[in-house]
């Protein structure tokens, strides 16, 4: 999780924050009076006030506001051949007009869906 950036998460990520617990909130202003100026509609329908930081009001840890992590979603294709060596491609087709004169075992494809920096 990247620490909260009011901007960022309205610019970047439609409007939303996530949790330190996972939910989504989405944010409806920055601007109300007294200390905890963010204001944020809830996954489940509650009203919840954070302070510029991100911080939840009422020091409610798994609440503290974090900015999304951005998703990453790629396909690739594998070439695997005889001799143990791999190649890797953007598509299908430019995997299957490869020329290599080692004799090709498979082309597989290899979907990732994660967020970034994710198993770092």
């Known amino acids: 999780m990247k620490k909260f950036d009011y901007d960022e998460c309205i610019k970047d990520h439609g409007g939303y924050a996530v949790t330190r617990g996972g939910l989504k909130v989405r944010l409806l202003c920055d601007d109300k009076s007294g200390g905890y100026p963010i204001v944020g509609l809830g996954e489940y329908g509650g009203v919840l006030t954070f302070a510029a930081d991100g911080k939840r ?5 798994s609440c503290d506001l974090f900015t999304p992590s951005k998703r990453i979603k ?12 791999i190649s890797i491609f953007h598509s299908k087709k430019e995997a299957n007009f490869e020329d ?10 290899i979907e990732i869906d994660c967020e970034e920096g994710e198993g770092l």
Not at 74 to 85: A, D, F, L
Not at 100 to 109: F, G, H, T
Request: net charge neutral; charged share 30%; proline share 0%.
């Open 57 to 61: 009001e009422f020091q409610d840890l």
């Open 100 to 109: 290599v004169d080692i004799k090709k075992l498979a082309c597989v494809e």
């Open 74 to 85: 790629k396909t690739y294709w594998v070439n695997i051949r005889s001799n143990h060596n």
